[in-house]
């Protein structure tokens, strides 16, 4: 079956813009979390979204946002881009979500760079 | 959020055993232990997990101590694509809900 899905793989915005991505989740699977990897700070969480609806954030400003669509599909947005928010932006889908045990599976990620 | 101490980097030769070990004296009686790896240019990738008792599957095995402070994530025979950054995690899924708390790793080279 197809795996979690990011679109776009590369992208380069300028200081300023905003920028959307996309993550489609394994068909089924109704959890969608969001991280955000850098070479300073690793694998920091953003936010998880269970059945549209957001379940848990993490420690980022409001300039970083997300949603969930009816078809589990999701997308973060990040507002007046700064120099910072260069990253590798991974999504990650779970059949559960947050009070489930198993694992999550992880899209290969897009990489954002600002200039 | 309960943390986990993890060496560095290990070496390991190809088709031998690699032992990645994990420390985690804080863990509450809710957390679950996690692993997942991240190969070069890949997203992290779920390898297994487990409560209080030791796990198989096909990847890996999971031995977890008896006082839960500390597990050791075990590859039969490393090959070259075992090469990866192991993280330890421990998630309490009645808490945190899907949040993992990603460390620094272990750094696994695999030398044929």
């Known amino acids: 079956k197809a795996g979690v899905t990011q679109t776009p793989r590369y992208l380069i915005k300028t200081r300023g813009q905003q920028v959307t991505l996309s993550c489609s989740p394994i068909?089924?699977?109704?959890?969608v979390s969001w991280y955000q990897q850098t070479p300073g700070q690793g694998l920091q969480f953003l936010f998880e979204?269970?059945?549209?609806?957001?379940?848990n954030k993490g420690n980022f400003p409001g300039r970083f946002s997300g949603r969930q669509f009816s078809n589990s599909r999701s997308e973060m947005n990040v507002s007046t881009l700064e120099l910072g928010d260069s990253a590798l932006y991974l999504c990650?889908?779970?059949?559960?979500?947050?009070?489930?045990?198993?694992?999550?599976?992880f899209g290969s990620g897009t990489r954002l760079t600002v200039v | 959020d309960a943390k986990t101490t993890q060496p560095n980097s290990m070496e390991s030769n190809e088709e031998e055993p690699v032992h990645l070990p994990c420390n985690h004296s804080?863990?509450?009686?809710?957390?679950?232990i996690h692993w997942y790896r991240q190969l070069p240019s890949q997203g992290p990738e779920y390898v297994i997990h487990?409560?209080?008792s030791n796990v198989n599957n096909r990847m890996a095995s999971l031995a977890i101590a008896e006082d839960r402070k500390s597990s050791t994530l075990i590859l039969h025979r490393a090959t070259l694509r075992d090469a990866a950054v192991y993280y330890c995690?421990?998630?309490?899924?009645?808490?945190?809900?899907?949040?993992?708390?990603f460390g620094q790793g272990t750094e696994l080279s695999v030398k044929p």
């Open positions: 979204y269970f059945s549209e609806t957001q379940r």
């Open positions: 487990g409560l209080t």
């Open positions: 068909s089924g699977h109704r959890s």
């Open positions: 990650a889908s779970s059949l559960e979500g947050g009070t489930g045990v198993g694992g999550y599976t």
């Open positions: 804080t863990i509450s009686g809710t957390d679950y």
């Open positions: 995690i421990l998630r309490d899924p009645y808490n945190q809900g899907g949040k993992l708390i």
